[in-house]
T-cell receptor, first 114, second 113 residues
Framework: GAGVSQTPSNKVTEKGKYVELRCDPISGHTALYWYRQSLGQGPEFLIYFQGTGAADDSGLPNDRFFAVRPEGSVSTLKIQRTERGDSAVYLCASSPRTGGGEQFFGPGTRLTVL | AQSVTQLDSHVSVSEGTPVLLRCNYS??????LFWYVQHPNKGLQLLLKYTSAATLVKGINGFEAEFKKSETSFHLTKPSAHMSDAAEYFCVVSAYSNYQLIWGAGTKLIIKP
């Protein structure tokens, strides 16, 4: 079956621009997570959705970052006024339920801000 | 609070020799622990997980890990390394909330022919 997909795989943008990163979770998975991974580090939690609602957005670094999941399936991570420090790989994961189980990861979107 | 420390940023072994990747954790509660693997330009894949059942956990591709509460460790081992094992390995603990994963910094495994 299809796994988690993310588009685009690579995104290059200029400082100050707006970007959207898309995540398509595994069908039927109610939980969706966004992480950011910088070079040489483990993934860093950004936000978690249960269904359509953001159950925990405590990992979003500032108000330039926002994410939505309007129909409880596809999610979009939005970054306004991008900065060079936003350059990283953005990972999306989904799971069939919350609580102690495996999260299934997409291949990530590599964002480069020039 | 939960935290994870991977004691080696790089481990280099010869093909056919044993692999040991070390992980120590800190948790105020009974933890769930995971090892994930990340091959170059591929997504993260779960190797194995511990969720308070047997302390010796067997995973995919011949890997296993042992939960040692007294040592707060969850080291990953494999008896005989294969070239295809070359990748980055992450030790992970789940937070009290159970959905938030706390990640170690990763260990890069290098396999010498």
């Amino acid at each position: 079956g299809a796994g988690v997909s993310q588009t685009p795989s690579n995104k290059v943008t200029e400082k100050g621009k707006y970007v959207e990163l898309r995540c398509d979770p595994i069908s039927g998975h109610t939980a969706l997570y966004w992480y950011r991974q910088s070079l040489g580090q483990g993934p860093e939690f950004l936000i978690y959705f249960q269904g359509t609602g953001a159950a925990d957005d405590s990992g979003l670094p500032n108000d330039r970052f926002f994410a939505v999941r309007p129909e409880g399936s596809v999610s979009t991570l939005k970054i306004q006024r991008t900065e060079r420090g936003d350059s990283a790989v953005y990972l999306c994961a989904s799971s069939p339920r919350t609580g102690g189980g495996e999260q299934f990861f997409g291949p990530g979107t590599r964002l480069t801000v020039l | 609070a939960q935290s994870v420390t991977q004691l080696d940023s790089h481990v280099s072994v010869s093909e056919g020799t044993p692999v040991l990747l070390r992980c120590n954790y800190s948790s105020s509660y009974s933890p769930s622990l995971f090892w994930y693997v990340q091959h170059p330009n591929k997504g993260l894949q779960l190797l194995l997980k511990y969720t308070s059942a047997a302390t010796l956990v067997k995973g995919i591709n011949g890997f296993e890990a042992e939960f040692k509460k007294s040592e707060t460790s969850f080291h990953l081992t494999k008896p005989s390394a294969h070239m295809s094992d070359a990748a980055e390995y992450f030790c992970v603990v789940s937070a009290y909330s159970n959905y938030q994963l706390i990640w170690g910094a990763g260990t890069k495994l290098i396999i010498k022919p």
